[in-house]
């Protein structure tokens, strides 16, 4: 996972993440809304506004993982295959060293 990807999750946690003032403030917020709609402030209400932000932060974090762990994955099948081609090169470098050596003997001994 790179730095901007972690700092993507890490963000959406902390966007998660009310302390006591700001549900405090948020309640406040959310009372003064239900007044000015003419509606009675409840705590049920407040209590579903709360879990609406959680649930919006939490989906914010599963995107951001998700899509770390997409490009992590894509990154290290990457990585392998260009490994194994490496390695099939230097068999093929080896293989052709080796073929040249033999022709070169061959040569030299005839």
């Known amino acids: 996972m790179d730095r901007q990807d972690y700092n993507k ?3 959406a946690v902390d966007k998660a993440k009310w302390t006591v003032n700001d549900y405090a403030d ?3 917020d959310y009372i003064r809304e239900q007044r000015d709609r003419n509606e009675t402030p409840t705590a049920e209400g407040w209590t579903e506004r709360a879990k609406d932000n959680v649930s919006d932060a939490w989906e914010d974090t599963k ?3 998700s899509d ?3 490009k992590t994955k894509d990154w290290t099948e ?3 295959e260009n490994t194994k081609d490496a390695a099939d090169n ?3 470098a080896a293989k052709d060293t080796a073929e040249d050596a033999k022709a070169e003997w061959n040569k030299s001994t005839n």
Do not use: F, G, Q, S
Request: net charge negative; proline share 0%.
């Open 78 to 80: 990457d990585a392998w």
């Open 63 to 65: 995107d951001a993982v």
């Open 90 to 92: 230097v068999a093929d």
């Open 9 to 11: 999750a890490e963000n």
């Open 68 to 70: 770390a762990w997409e």
């Open 26 to 28: 948020r309640a406040k």
